[in-house]
């Protein structure tokens, strides 16, 4: 996936939130459009890439990113760990115990 591809696969799901049931699920039919969706966003100049992502593979993308967020707002939210949107997840000398706990 490149990073093109995740964005229209995040605008799609966006446009398509009311679709979503507990947990932002979404149904197979959105799945279905968010693959053609997808598919049919340009690749940035310069790139000859052509995306051809079935609706499993859009399922599946979004599952991982869902997760990516969670962590992070778990790194986020834990006392003695820090994260930057730019730099990711800061280990230091002071919360390397922190770290050393939550890996056991």
């Not at 869902?66 to 730019?86: E, M």
């Amino acid at each position: 996936w490149q990073e093109f591809e995740e964005i229209a696969l995040l605008e799609h799901l966006t446009n398509h939130l009311s679709a979503a049931g507990d947990g932002l699920n979404f149904p197979k039919h959105v799945w279905k459009s968010a693959s053609e969706y997808v598919n049919s966003c340009m690749a940035p100049p310069g790139s000859n890439t052509r995306s051809d992502k079935p609706a499993l593979s859009c399922k599946n993308k979004w599952g991982a990113l869902k997760s990516a967020y969670h962590q992070v707002q778990f790194i986020k939210s834990t006392s003695g760990l820090t994260w930057s949107d730019v730099d990711g997840v800061g280990v230091s000398p002071e919360s390397q115990s922190v770290w050393n706990e939550l890996v056991k």
